[in-house]
Every structure is written in C-alpha cells, then in structure tokens.
C-alpha cells in the first residue's frame, strides 16, 4: 500500500507538495486589470525564487468556478468487485454546473514543489503572495501513484 514518502530525514530524497491557492473569486474578479497585473507579478517572482532554490514543479491558474463542471455519482450502493474495482450499483453520473461545494473560497491555482519535508513546505507556502489575500492548503503527494 503506498504511503507518504520520508521527509526531512538524513540522506531522503525531497518529496513534492502541492499548494493549492484558495481566494474568493469574486472579490477577484473586481479588481482593476493593472492591479491585478501588479499581483500576478508577485507570483512570477515566487516562481524565479522556487526555480534558483531547486524546488520548482509546477504551477497553473485555474479558470473561474463559473466555467467548471463536476462530475457526481448520485444515488446506488458503491461495492467492491474482485480484483478491488470499485462499481456504483443503480446511480447515475450527473454533471452539474460550477463546483459542487458552495464555499466562500474557491480554488485558483497551485504549484507543486519538491522540497524536503512538510516544515520546508510550510515556510514556502507561507513565502507565496496569494498567503497574503486567501488561504494555502499544503498536502504531500503519496508515493506509488
């Protein structure tokens, strides 16, 4: 069964973590073009620093919640077939417009970065711009997948 990998211990290699950026879109959304150009800024220097220091992934915007589906099961009884396949009996896939969850942050983007142990990726996460205007959610992959 995969497992989260060793972090932060003598002679393991880094792990990756993902940051995903949560901010309210909407409060976004009315923001002036220039300033929201100055803000992006802020971003692609967080990107030069995470690149000089080896940490660098990945990043992407994500488009607006308003352009987004999401796929639900709805209704049936999920089983467990051999093999460990895992079927829902009697629902039925439902697209739905926007993100299921009503919340009041949305997410917007994230990076990905490989670093050392979950500490390293905290003090990252706490160095990111958007920290300054909505929340970070920092999760480590899982190895094997």
């Not at 069964?1 to 976004?28: I, R, S, V």
Request: proline content about 5%.
């Amino acid at each position: 069964m995969p497992g989260y990998a060793a972090g932060g211990e003598e002679g393991t290699k880094p792990m990756k973590y993902m940051l995903m950026l949560y901010a309210d879109e909407k409060a976004g959304a009315q923001i002036p073009a220039e300033d929201m150009a100055k803000a992006m800024e802020t971003l692609y220097a967080y990107q030069d620093a995470l690149t000089k220091a080896g940490a660098f992934v990945a990043t992407a915007a994500l488009a607006r919640t308003w352009d987004a589906k999401t796929l639900r099961m709805e209704g049936g009884e999920v089983k467990v077939r051999a093999g460990g396949h895992f079927v829902n009996e009697g629902g039925e896939l439902q697209v739905h417009d926007g993100p299921y969850a009503d919340t009041r942050e949305q997410l917007g983007g994230y990076f990905i970065i490989d670093v050392p142990d979950m500490d390293a990726a905290l003090k990252w996460a706490a160095r990111c711009p958007a920290a300054q205007w909505g929340s970070i959610e920092v999760r480590p992959y899982l190895n094997g997948f």
